[in-house]
C-alpha cells in the first residue's frame, strides 16, 4: 500500500498558468520529497524538504510541508510544456525506503 | 558522472519462466534500491541494499530476489513469472546516510509476461 495520497490525480493548465499539487500522508517522516516522470522513463529528484522546514524553493518550484496536518504541496510557476509530466511525493520514514504517493498528471498546453 | 544504468531495459517473458535484471548505481554511490511501477499499484518498494546486505524489503511474494555486489551492482531476480509481474523495475542509487536522502533513477527496465 502507499503512503500518500495525491490530489489532484490529474492537471491541465495553459502555459503560463501555475499548477499547484498537493499530497497528504500517514506516519511521521524524516523528509519529503517530490519527483518527476516522464512517460513512463526513470523519475527525477525535484526537491527535499526535510521534516523541520516548512518551505523551500527551487528555480520555479515552491514546496511547503505541515508535519501537523501530515501534507505537502508543490507549486510550479510559470508553467512550459516541457513540464508536462507526473509528479508524484515520496516520504522517508527512515526506514531506507521511500513510499510514494499515486501521483498527480500535469499536462500543460501550449 | 555516468548515471544509474539498468539492463535489459526491455523483456519478454512468458508465465512461469524466470528474469534477472540488472543494475549499475552511480560510482560511488552504496545504497540501492529497487521499485515496481504499475498502472493499478504505482511506485512499490521492492528491497533496499546497502554494502551487500539488504536493509529492508517491501511485502513481495519470495519469487521476488534480489542481491548486492562487493562493487554495489545488483541484480533482481523474479522467478515463476505472473501475468501480473509486467510492470516497470526501476533501480535507484543512493550516497548511504542514516536517512533517505535523493535517490538517482535509471530508466527502467520493461517487462511484459505473456
Known amino acids: 500500500s502507499q503512503q500518500g495520497e495525491e490530489d489532484p490525480q490529474a492537471l491541465s493548465i495553459q502555459e503560463g498558468e501555475n499548477a499547484t499539487m498537493n499530497c497528504s500522508y500517514k506516519t511521521s517522516i524524516n523528509n519529503l520529497q517530490w519527483y518527476r516522470q516522464n512517460s513512463g522513463r526513470g523519475l527525477v529528484h525535484l526537491i527535499l524538504?526535510?521534516?523541520?522546514?516548512r518551505e523551500k524553493h527551487s528555480g520555479r518550484l515552491r514546496v511547503t510541508l505541515d508535519t501537523s496536518k501530515k501534507s505537502s504541496s508543490l507549486l510550479i510557476t510559470a508553467s512550459r510544456a516541457a513540464d508536462t509530466a507526473s509528479y508524484f511525493c515520496a516520504t522517508d520514514a527512515n526506514d531506507y525506503k521511500l513510499s510514494f504517493g499515486a501521483g498527480t498528471t500535469v499536462t500543460v498546453r501550449a | 558522472k555516468a548515471g544509474v544504468t539498468q539492463t535489459p531495459r526491455y523483456l519478454i517473458k512468458t508465465r512461469g519462466q524466470q528474469v534477472t535484471l540488472s543494475c549499475s548505481p552511480i560510482s560511488g554511490h552504496r545504497s540501492v534500491s529497487w521499485y515496481q511501477q504499475t498502472p493499478g499499484q504505482g511506485l512499490q518498494f521492492l528491497f533496499e541494499?546497502?554494502?551487500?546486505?539488504?536493509?529492508n524489503k517491501g511485502n513481495f511474494p519470495g519469487r521476488f530476489s534480489g542481491r548486492q555486489f562487493s562493487n554495489s551492482r545488483s541484480e533482481m531476480n523474479v522467478s515463476t513469472l505472473e501475468l501480473g509481474d509486467s510492470a516497470l523495475y526501476l533501480c535507484?542509487?543512493?550516497?548511504?546516510?542514516?536517512?533517505?536522502?535523493?535517490?538517482?533513477f535509471g530508466e527502467g527496465s520493461r517487462l511484459t509476461v505473456l
Open positions: 535507484a542509487s543512493s550516497v548511504d546516510r542514516s536517512y533517505t536522502g535523493e535517490l538517482f
Open positions: 541494499y546497502f554494502s551487500e546486505t539488504q536493509r
Open positions: 524538504i526535510r521534516s523541520n522546514e
